[in-house]
């Protein structure tokens, strides 16, 4: 039987681990091939390992332009062609705004928004020549749910969701589509200090109607619908695969970190 993506070429930022790594899983088995970008070489290697031929690496940091421009290009050159890009690069901080160290901010912003940005900006330029193409953002509930110590990073998030509706916007009349995920809390390297403190993992779970913390495959499935024919339809939009977890209040983290 064939794949909904066969024969097409993807290219991911966050690519060898979390939500990155289960797209480019989801992919490849519907027939997918890709370049996975990241900035950790052990992760890389072990996707690698796993997913075999089908997949490329890039040893690439989001927030240097030539990184990127040679992640796009290196696509291009080993497949021919670039019809599909998931943003995935991103990490979270912690810091109340009076005490917030600029560095950190920064640091934040740049992967999360700048890297998104500069990501979307060398993959539409090939997407906007070739005249199709889907790029899909990973934003967060954060961008539009705030959380006390987490500015950095909800302003980040609601960044990527206004910089994908514009996207949608500019690249629209060439055949690109432009698409956002807003995950609410995930099970990812990035969320494993939940573990060291239970009462954080069990704040968020209490604080998802649905009972339990998402898993990355669940974002990967959103993302094969956006990326697939069956979400021809659809660009502009940041599609919420939260639990239903945006429909309660966020967890005072501030508070249960002692205990």
Same mark, same amino acid.
């Given at each position: 039987?064939?794949?909904?993506? *066969?024969?097409?070429?993807?290219? &991911? ?16 088995? +519907? ?13 890389? !290697? ?8 089908? $997949?490329?690496?890039?040893?690439? *940091?989001?927030?240097? +332009? ?30 109340? &705004? ?36 889907? $790029?899909?953002?990973? !934003? ?20 990527? +969701?206004?910089?994908?509706? &514009? ?18 809390? &995930?099970?990812?390297?990035?969320? !494993?200090?939940?573990? $060291?403190?239970? !009462? $954080?993992? *069990?704040?968020? %779970? ?11 495959? *669940?974002?990967?499935?959103?993302? @094969? ?8 339809? %659809? ?17 005072? @983290? ?6």
């Amino acid at each position: 039987m064939a794949g909904r993506l *066969d024969g097409q070429v993807a290219v &991911i930022t966050g690519g060898s681990s979390g939500i990155g790594l289960a797209c480019a899983r989801r992919f490849v088995a +519907e027939g997918a091939v890709a370049v996975l970008a990241d900035r950790n070489p052990e992760s890389l !290697a072990a996707a690698t390992s796993e997913l075999g031929a089908a $997949i490329v690496t890039e040893l690439v *940091d989001v927030t240097v +332009e030539a990184d990127v421009e040679r992640m796009v290009a290196r696509a291009v050159s080993e497949y021919g062609r670039l019809d599909i890009a998931v943003n995935a690069a991103g990490f979270g901080g912690f810091g109340f &705004i009076v005490d917030h160290p600029v560095d950190e901010w920064r640091a934040v912003i740049d992967t999360c928004l700048t890297g998104v940005m500069l990501s979307t900006k060398h993959e539409g330029r090939v997407m906007r020549d070739a005249g199709s193409g889907v $790029i899909v953002n990973i !934003a967060s509930i954060n961008a539009r749910v705030p959380a006390e110590g987490m500015a950095s990073y909800c302003c980040a998030k609601a960044g990527v +969701e206004m910089l994908t509706r &514009i996207a949608a916007m500019e690249l629209g009349p060439s055949g690109v589509r432009v698409s956002g995920i807003g995950p609410g809390f &995930i099970d990812t390297p990035l969320t !494993a200090f939940t573990q $060291i403190v239970p !009462a $954080i993992r *069990d704040a968020y %779970v209490a604080a998802t109607p649905l009972g339990r913390a998402g898993q990355p495959e *669940d974002v990967a499935d959103a993302a @094969l619908f956006l990326v697939s024919d069956d979400g021809r339809w %659809v660009s502009g939009d940041t599609l919420f695969v939260d639990g239903a977890s945006m429909q309660k209040a966020y967890p005072e @983290l501030h508070k249960l970190a002692g205990g």
